[in-house]
């Protein structure tokens, strides 16, 4: 708000006691009221020679151009899964963890290109004291496993509505998010999509090889029409679940 940075603008008066700079990180910039930017905006303009600013986001578009055009922009981008893999096999190697390359990646792709996260999860699934594969990985998160998922699919696929009901209600049973393991086959219909119409969907996908074998062998039971009609249906379902 205005007082928040009236308050800043005070500080700003003084030079730093000890070192060369004073640094002010406003994280979730594109939170600060119009107002707020309007007093921020003299300032980032001519800056005292000691003060940087550094503005974070996640939603650049939501920042007033008068504030975009008195900053360098530096983009950080998700780190690739190949590059978190190997981050992850050194650091097991010199900690003496058994790693998988299956749990490895399981772990990539379950931080989402965040290296700290990725970290954070090899230590917690380290503290089981056996090897990490992507079982371990799974039932230490919680969810992320997509066994359930594919059985469904196929399940589905040859009418076999006992194993229908049967997964659903293992899910319940366990106390998973319905919802979330909804956006689950929602996520497993896209992968699936992406199998069948492109021989680099490895490049594309986080998959792990059994992963990728369930997923090759069930859109080859899919034309594309019916998989764009089951992930209509799944989606609207979704909504109405919301």
């Given at each position: 708000g205005?007082?928040?940075?009236r308050d800043?603008?005070?500080?700003?008066?003084?030079?730093?006691?000890?070192l060369k700079?004073?640094?002010?990180i406003?994280?979730?910039?594109?939170?600060?009221?119009g107002?707020?930017?309007?007093?921020?905006?003299?300032?980032l303009?001519?800056?005292?020679?000691?003060?940087?600013?550094?503005l974070?986001?996640?939603e650049?578009?939501?920042?007033?151009?008068?504030?975009?055009?008195?900053?360098?922009r530096?983009?950080?981008?998700?780190?690739?899964?190949?590059n978190?893999m190997a981050r992850?096999?050194?650091?097991?190697?010199?900690?003496?963890?058994?790693?998988t390359?299956?749990?490895?990646?399981?772990?990539?792709?379950?931080?989402?290109?965040?290296?700290?996260?990725?970290?954070?999860?090899?230590?917690l699934?380290?503290?089981?004291?056996?090897?990490?594969?992507?079982?371990?990985?799974?039932?230490?998160?919680?969810?992320?496993?997509?066994?359930n998922?594919?059985?469904?699919?196929?399940?589905?696929?040859?009418?076999?509505?006992?194993?229908?009901?049967?997964?659903?209600?293992e899910?319940?049973?366990?106390s998973?998010?319905?919802?979330?393991?909804?956006?689950?086959?929602?996520?497993?219909?896209?992968?699936?999509?992406?199998?069948?119409?492109?021989e680099?969907?490895k490049?594309?996908l986080d998959?792990?090889?059994?992963e990728?074998?369930?997923l090759?062998?069930?859109?080859?039971?899919?034309?594309p029409?019916?998989?764009?009609y089951?992930?209509s249906?799944?989606?609207?379902?979704?909504a109405?679940?919301q």
């Open positions: 205005v007082d928040n940075v800043m603008k005070d500080e700003i008066a003084f030079t730093p006691a000890l700079y004073r640094v002010y406003i994280d979730e910039v594109h939170m600060m009221s107002s707020a930017f309007n007093a921020l905006l003299k300032t303009e001519e800056p005292p020679s000691y003060v940087v600013f550094i974070a986001t996640t650049f578009h939501k920042l007033p151009t008068t504030i975009v055009s008195r900053c360098q530096f983009d950080f981008r998700r780190i690739s899964t190949d978190i992850l096999k050194h650091i097991a190697k010199n900690e003496g963890i058994s790693l390359d299956d749990g490895a990646r399981v772990i990539a792709r379950v931080s989402r290109g965040g290296m700290r996260d990725a970290v954070s999860l090899l230590e699934c380290a503290g089981a004291r056996r090897t990490v594969d992507e079982k371990l990985v799974f039932d230490t998160v919680g969810t992320g496993n997509r066994d998922s594919y059985r469904l699919i196929e399940a589905i696929l040859k009418q076999d509505y006992t194993a229908v009901y049967a997964t659903v209600n899910v319940v049973m366990n998973a998010d319905v919802s979330v393991f909804w956006q689950e086959i929602i996520d497993s219909y896209r992968d699936i999509m992406v199998v069948k119409n492109t680099r969907a490049d594309y998959l792990t090889e059994v990728y074998e369930s090759t062998k069930l859109a080859k039971e899919f034309t029409a019916r998989l764009a089951h992930v249906l799944l989606e609207g379902a979704m109405d679940m």
